[in-house]
């Protein structure tokens, strides 16, 4: 049974920094494409950011770029996602969500886990 528990969200100022992780068991990481997404009140689910199997690509949504940054510690069966700048508008609830498919992709249906879900809330 795959499980992804995500972990670091809380309440921060705008320009603060968080870091959110997510621990992964019931699959193996190394071949499986990782990702956050985001779901602001009222909104549909998003992606935010998604890393292939050994961490060589990554891309993100062009309203993270340059203040998010994935990563991943295969050996450790976790997936990071560093926050910097945080805006009011980042504030969500964000998913970490897995596939074992190759490649990065950006779109809610390609992933077929998730996690529960960490509340970032970012004040102005």
């Known amino acids: 049974q795959v499980q992804l528990v995500e972990s670091g969200g809380g309440l921060v100022q705008a320009g603060g920094s968080l870091r959110l992780s997510c621990a992964a068991s019931?699959?193996?990481?190394?071949?499986?494409?990782m990702a956050w997404f985001r779901q602001a009140p009222g909104k549909e689910r998003a992606f935010v950011a998604a890393?292939?199997?050994?961490?060589?690509?990554?891309t993100y949504a062009d309203s993270v770029k340059g203040r998010f940054t994935i990563s991943r510690d295969n050996a450790k069966n976790m997936v990071y996602l560093e926050m910097n700048s945080l805006q009011p508008e980042d504030t969500a609830v964000y998913y970490c969500?897995?596939?074992?498919?190759?490649?990065?992709?950006?779109?809610?249906?390609?992933?077929?886990?998730w996690g529960q879900g960490t509340q970032v809330t970012v004040s102005s």
């Open positions: 969500a897995a596939d074992q498919s190759f490649g990065v992709k950006q779109t809610v249906n390609d992933y077929s886990y």
């Open positions: 019931g699959i193996k990481l190394s071949s499986a494409l």
């Open positions: 890393i292939s199997w050994g961490g060589a690509r990554t």
